[in-house]
């Protein structure tokens, strides 16, 4: 009886859930109290301020993601699509840095933009290395396993995001989540040799990240 050996999840695709689940899972600790920290660490913070915050974030992604899909599309190779997630993601940890100094909502409205960018260029570079490199045969599964580990994570970080805010502050949290940011752009430098030069013809996806809005 022959044996069928399991096939293992590729290099490319195993670096980019491992970089979606520190990203992810950093913004996590983040979302179930973000409009704690608006309302009790703000100027003038209050339940309008985090309405806002949250339309800035949505509309200025909204606005930028399709243009950098399509400028991402007529670009040949994945170098781009690399760099995309690598500058997003030190975009996001910038935002999350800049919280600790924010004391006004303008402030906050600001750093949501840069939040937004940084997601902007995340996400259609992203989707477009892993639908190029998921295995054939396995894609249901290979994302599946990504869904999989950002939940686990972000579930895991929002318990536990409001346990380190209580005992050790905002400014705590703000700079482990920080740091979480810069690992997940961090990561895909492991994958520089093992991405296309050349453009492959595959259908480049915008998936929608849930855990991306604060």
Known sequence: ????????????????????????????????????????SIDGGNVEVVGFAAAVYW????????????????NHGEKDDLA????????????????IFATTAWHIYLLQAVYAIGMGM??????????????KGREAYEWSAHSA??????GIAGAFGGIV??????????????????LSALLPFFITDDISLKNKKVI????????SDI
């Open 84 to 99: 995309f997630i690598i500058i997003g993601n030190l975009l996001a940890a910038l935002a999350i840095f800049g919280y």
């Open 59 to 74: 509309i200025v992604k909204s606005i930028i993601i399709i243009p950098f899909g399509k400028y991402l599309d007529k």
């Open 122 to 135: 995340n996400i259609p570079g992203y989707t477009a290395i892993f639908t190029r490199h998921v295995d």
């Open 165 to 182: 805010a209580y005992n050790f502050g905002f400014n705590a949290l703000f700079i482990g989540v920080g740091f979480f940011l810069i």
């Open 1 to 40: 009886m022959a044996i069928i050996k399991k096939k293992k999840i590729n290099k490319v695709i195993k670096v980019l859930i491992l970089s979606d689940i520190a990203l992810l899972t950093g913004i996590g600790f983040i979302a179930p109290i973000f409009a704690i920290f608006i309302a009790g």
């Open 204 to 211: 480049r996806t915008i998936k929608h990240k849930d855990a």
């Open 149 to 154: 580990g950002v939940s686990v994570g972000t």
